[in-house]
DNA sequence: AATGCACACAACCGCAGAGAT
DNA sequence: GATCTCTGCGGTTGTGTGCAT
């Protein structure tokens, strides 16, 4: 039996997301919490699939998602796990807890496939297949059993992110639909108790990078006393951003008045190793402000973004599952008394460092020389 | 300045698995 | 057990942008 379209065809929306579409998506999600996709659309008046809700935040507005140029030593990663996973994406990216599958595999499309291509053709080496972890080897029943053994090691990796996650939420009551933070594991640069407060905030600083280009791309922004979005494009330099709402009274309705929730997501601190702080924050009447000098695009630190509270905020109580207050929790977190199975994740984490390691031995000895590997750099 | 091309990336599509009914 | 619904995943496409001609 077919399935049905998870959407109407007709009157659903495609193409890019507009930044009021992705304040109503967040500004929902940041009330009721990720997940009833099918729900959204209909609640929040946004005219797009609940598919695509789930595809924008999954890959662009998720808290903790780093954009931005690849580093040389994810670039290699991606490599490796390429090679010892297939093109298993999903997979590859619980190793890079800040990627998503999405960015991990364009990357991997239009940068590193050439690159191992050209590498292949220069060496003269053909024998390594495209798009599977296994080479050509010479018996099948190895390839298999590698095969397996890969994708027993992925499960059991994934199986430790599980528990991560349990853990987490076992610390924060609030966090029953915060599935969508990134795995616990972070062995790029940072120690696991430093990762730990992945917050709503930093999605609103995707949005906030999001706004920031799109008010550069059109520098006559105004305020407008309008009560409800309108979205004109760049093309006319004109903004008009009052507050979000939506048309449809059922339960849900995202209302956002000026100077009040707006400014509760936009704007926030960061805190990273420079101590440079940013914001992007909504006035009174519903103007965006921002540091003139702020670099807002590759930003590749993952800086602890902590949300400027204001005392009165109605709409953004902490059992609404907001901004904040889920940053608080994380923070909280950190400070929780380690228990056994929390020690033993850390000491993962530290072993991981090693893992990585052997990671790319392990890719050497799958159908990857170690001249292959580091001839592309 | 206009055009064509290549590239990068966001978004879409379809399938499959898992859980609910 | 059959069916439905939701979600995750990987492949592919569409579109914007920059560069060369």
């Known amino acids: 039996m077919g399935r049905p379209p998870c959407c109407e065809k007709s009157g659903v929306k495609k193409g890019p997301w507009t930044p009021e579409e992705d304040i109503i998506l967040v500004s929902y999600i940041q009330e009721h919490g990720p997940g009833n996709w099918r729900n959204i659309p209909t609640n929040t008046g946004l005219l797009r699939c609940s598919k695509s809700c ?6 662009y507005l998720r808290p903790g998602i780093k954009r931005g140029n690849f580093t040389e030593h994810e ?50 080496h053909d024998d390594r297949q495209e798009g599977t972890s ?10 298999i059993k590698g095969q397996w053994e890969r994708r027993l090691q992925t499960d059991i990796h994934t199986a430790k992110q599980a528990l991560c996650d349990a853990l987490s939420l076992d610390t924060t009551p609030n ?51 309008s009560s409800k979005i309108t979205y004109m ?40 190793n420079s101590d440079v702080s940013q914001s992007v924050s909504v006035d009174e009447g519903g103007n965006f402000s921002t540091p003139e000098n702020h670099n807002n695009n590759n930003n590749n ?20 599952g907001n901004f904040q207050e889920e940053s608080k929790q994380n923070m909280e977190t950190q400070q929780v008394p380690l228990t056994m199975l929390e020690k033993w994740l850390l000491e993962d984490a530290n072993a991981q460092a090693e893992q990585e390691d052997q990671l790319m031995g392990i890719g050497m000895g799958m159908g990857m020389t170690l001249a292959e590997t580091n001839d592309l750099f």
């Not at 789930?54 to 890959?59: E, G, K, P």
């Not at 108790?193 to 799109?214: C, F, G, R």
């Not at 973004?305 to 005392?311: A, D, L, R, T």
């Open 233 to 272: 494009s760049s093309l006319n330099n004109n903004l008009s951003i009052g507050a979000v709402s939506s048309s449809s009274p059922s339960e849900g309705t995202v209302n956002v008045t000026p100077g009040q929730g707006l400014d509760s997501i936009f704007s926030f601190n960061s805190s990273n």
């Open 301 to 320: 630190n993952a800086g602890i973004y902590q949300v400027e509270s204001k005392p009165n905020l109605p709409d953004f109580k902490p059992e609404n």
């Open 175 to 225: 966090n029953k639909n915060n599935n969508n933070n990134p795995p616990p594991h972070d062995q790029d640069q940072q120690p696991p108790s430093v990762q730990t407060p992945t917050t709503y905030a930093s999605s609103a600083e995707n949005i906030a990078k999001l706004l920031q280009n799109w008010m550069k791309n059109s520098p006559k922004s105004t305020s407008s006393s």
């Open 54 to 59: 789930r595809l924008r935040w999954t890959n």
């Open 75 to 124: 670039e290699k990663m991606i490599i490796h796990l390429q090679a010892l996973l297939g093109n298993r994406w999903a997979a590859i990216a619980s190793y890079l807890p800040q990627r998503t599958d999405n960015d991990i595999k364009n990357y991997w499309n239009t940068h590193l496939k050439k690159k191992l291509n050209n590498n292949k053709k220069v060496e003269g």
């Open 134 to 143: 296994a080479s050509s080897s010479s018996s099948q029943s190895k390839i």
